[in-house]
């Protein structure tokens, strides 16, 4: 009755999702170009962060198009409160995962943080619903308390302990220990330049024999 009164809309065409469909028809689902990287012996995405910090392995599930479906679902998701768009990549990304020997030694995944007033505004991490499918798939914990990202006119309070990175924002660590000898998933919404998920590497690095892999929902 409910489907009747309030059917289920696909996020990418708009039309009705026949049963058994989720977020997406089979024709949007189909019409998303695919990225992959953990599929195929290409290295893209590890190379864009070679001399910067060491990557133990890099994926991004799609490919980002602009004025596509991609950039359309992207959108939604960050700024229309469809935050279940993140989930549903997640699942998709994390059975993948799942079964590659690769991703079976990461042991802890760790989302690239908002800063408070952000979340605040948003009432959401776009990329949480990700890192949590992600984290079921692979059987490890998730982590969105380790690192912390606040706003450069935000609370000075780590001034002296924390590195900054960019003009904007800082970033901290702020359980060094939790992470000693971690293989570490590190997740985001989209990587263009990578210079987000390297200013977060550099923090989780200063653990003890910590390992950094990345997988983001998708990449430029």
């Known amino acids: 009755m409910l489907n009747l009164l309030f059917p289920r809309i696909c996020e990418g065409c708009e039309d009705i ?24 012996e290409n290295d893209f995405l590890k190379n864009k962060f070679y001399g910067r910090f060491p990557v133990e392995n890099a994926t991004a599930l799609v490919q980002f198009q602009k004025r596509g479906l991609t950039q359309e ?28 020997p690769k991703y079976r030694e990461v042991n802890m995944v760790i989302p690239v943080p908002l800063d408070g007033q952000k979340l605040k505004k948003r009432g959401y991490n776009q990329v949480e619903g990700f ?17 912390v990202k606040i706003s450069k006119s935000g609370s000075q309070v780590f001034k002296n302990r924390i590195l900054r990175f960019d003009s ?15 293989h570490i998933l590190l997740v985001d919404d989209i ?21 950094i892999s990345i997988a983001t929902i998708a990449t430029s």
Not at 23 to 40: D, K, M, T
Not at 131 to 147: M, Q, S, T, W
Not at 168 to 177: D, L
Request: include cysteine; charged fraction near 25%.
């Open 17 to 40: 999702l026949s049963q058994g469909e989720k977020l997406l028809c089979v024709e949007c689902r189909h019409q998303i170009p695919l990225a992959n990287f953990h599929n195929v």
């Open 73 to 100: 679902l992207m959108h939604r998701l960050k700024y229309r409160g469809q935050k279940e768009l993140s989930s549903f990549f997640g699942e998709w990304l994390g059975a993948e995962l799942s079964e590659n």
């Open 131 to 147: 890192g949590k499918e992600l984290a079921n798939a692979l059987e490890v914990p998730y982590r969105d308390d380790i690192l």
């Open 168 to 182: 904007e924002a800082v970033f901290f660590n702020q359980k060094i220990e939790d992470v000693k000898n971690q």
């Open 191 to 211: 990587i263009t330049t990578g210079a987000t998920l390297e200013n977060c590497a550099m923090q989780l690095l200063q653990g003890e024999n910590v390992k």
